[in-house]
């Protein structure tokens, strides 16, 4: 069976976007800091069709997290448009424009249903509203034999946690202070199915491998 791989950002106090997240400011304020070592990487810059970029330490970590991924799961707020019913006069359709870089299925896991949104390149945003279980089998049968990425933010990755979901997940720890914003380790006991199996520290960021025991 495929595996289901988080990979997400987090700062020293364990927030994965800062406070004050809003249309203006997703990430919330400071929450930029946290992917300022990505943003550089060639690894990083060519799927989003961005010419450049740099190899360093974290180029083998980057090429591997992007590697045998068939589907990604994310949940309503990393996917965008605020809170409550989609707009059907002006609906959002994302934070990447016609031709996002996943190039597979998406799963949006929402309470409100929208009709699929296809996109360029491949990818096609379906929202999810019976829960992270359902998400996950449809996203596998997506996938067809390869990996699904479990691309946050805070709240998705929790819930998966907590409910024993996750094969691996790779925590990049971000030497910043945030103060505040959306923790991604409330629950501590979210942790026990998985065991730290690789660590690799850059000057930048520390990047930690889980896997489940």
């Known amino acids: ?3 289901l791989r988080l990979r997400i950002s987090m700062s020293l106090d364990g927030f994965v976007a800062g406070p004050n997240q809003s249309l203006q400011e997703p990430l919330g304020a400071g929450g930029e800091q946290l992917h300022e070592w990505v ?10 069709g961005l010419e450049g970029g740099v190899a360093n330490e974290s180029t083998p970590v980057m090429e591997e997290e992007l590697a045998n991924i068939g589907a ?6 990393m996917f965008g448009g605020g ?3 989609w707009n059907t006069t002006d609906p959002w359709n994302g934070w990447w424009g016609g031709n996002p870089p996943f190039r597979h299925p998406v799963f949006v896991l929402t309470h409100h249903a929208r009709d699929p949104l296809v996109r360029e390149g491949g990818t096609t945003f379906t929202f999810v509203t019976d829960g992270i279980e359902s998400a996950l089998d449809q996203a596998r049968r997506a996938a067809a034999g390869k ?6 933010g805070a709240r998705a990755a929790q819930q ?7 094969d691996e997940m790779q925590l990049h720890l971000v030497p910043t202070l945030l103060g505040g914003g959306e ?6 006991n979210a942790l026990r199915t998985l065991a730290m199996v690789k660590t690799v520290a850059t000057p930048n ?6 896997a489940k025991k």
């Open 39 to 48: 943003f550089p990487l060639e690894a990083w810059r060519r799927p989003h």
């Open 205 to 210: 960021v520390v990047h930690l491998k889980f």
């Open 147 to 152: 990996d699904v990425a479990l691309a946050g």
């Open 72 to 77: 990604t799961i994310m949940g309503r707020n």
């Open 160 to 166: 998966y946690l907590k409910a024993g979901l996750v």
């Open 183 to 188: 923790r991604l380790f409330d629950d501590a």
């Open 1 to 3: 069976m495929s595996k």
């Open 83 to 85: 809170p409550g019913p």
